[in-house]
């Protein structure tokens, strides 16, 4: 129970982040985000949750808060400055794994040895985890857009666009992320179960996120 909550909390966070953002500093305000989002992202699916006895990778609010943040840009400032978007993650992706690999191999000091060896091991052998979450974060942030002018021809409303692109979305970002993560250390049953967990979780953070983006879309000219 204390990991829904915990959920919850993350979620919470991340979208109250991307309004305030948005609301304060516009397409300004979004690139900031995407930078402290994709930093969290980074640390966060590092540690594995437990949910019905199926482990899944953390990070659910903070990753699909960042395809929503590249749906806010697409809708409001088109697809050139989605694409300063797409540069900015990936290049915190990077420059972070870099810092927190380089700095988690440097050898530790006497002092306070428990502290330096938790440091170390959050940032070892993680190099597969960057690489899914950099190939399905920004895989999904640019298919997101090109979806949402597809379906926005059948059907022209904000909701409905971005409701039908996070579902099929999250579909393609789990399955890349899980297979790319953790093909290597889990059984074949526990990958299926991990992208259905995965998905489901996801999908529903990122239908209920439509509502705050509607605001956003509506009020926040």
């Not at 590092?46 to 749906?71: A, W």
């Not at 990077?94 to 040895?113: D, K, R, V």
């Not at 502290?115 to 399905?136: D, G, Q, T, W």
């Not at 999250?170 to 059984?187: G, T, Y």
Request: contains cysteine.
């Amino acid at each position: 129970m204390i990991n829904v909550v915990l959920i919850i909390a993350e979620v919470f966070v991340a979208y109250l982040l991307l309004y305030f953002l948005n609301k304060q500093f516009k397409l300004e305000g979004i690139y900031i985000f995407s930078i402290i989002a994709t930093l969290a992202a980074c640390i966060m699916t590092l540690k594995n949750i437990s949910i019905m006895e199926i482990s899944v990778p953390l990070g659910f609010g903070v990753t699909t808060s960042l395809i929503i943040g590249g749906n806010i840009i697409t809708q409001k400032y088109g697809n050139d400055k989605l694409k300063t978007y797409l540069l900015l993650i990936f290049l915190t992706v990077i420059i972070g794994g870099c810092f927190f690999n380089l700095s988690g191999l440097l050898a530790n000091s006497q002092y306070n040895l428990y502290a330096n060896k938790s440091y170390s091991n959050i940032f070892e052998y993680n190099l597969r985890i960057y690489l899914a979450l950099a190939i399905s974060i920004i895989i999904s942030v640019f298919l997101s857009s090109e979806l949402y002018y597809l379906i926005k021809r059948i059907k022209n409303k904000v909701i409905i666009n971005n409701i039908l692109s996070v579902i099929i979305i999250e579909f393609i970002e789990n399955i890349i992320f899980v297979l790319i993560a953790h093909i290597a250390d889990f059984e074949p049953i526990n990958l299926v179960l991990c992208i259905v967990f995965r998905y489901f979780i996801k999908t529903l953070i990122g239908v209920f996120g439509t509502i705050p983006l509607y605001i956003i879309n509506r009020y926040n000219k």
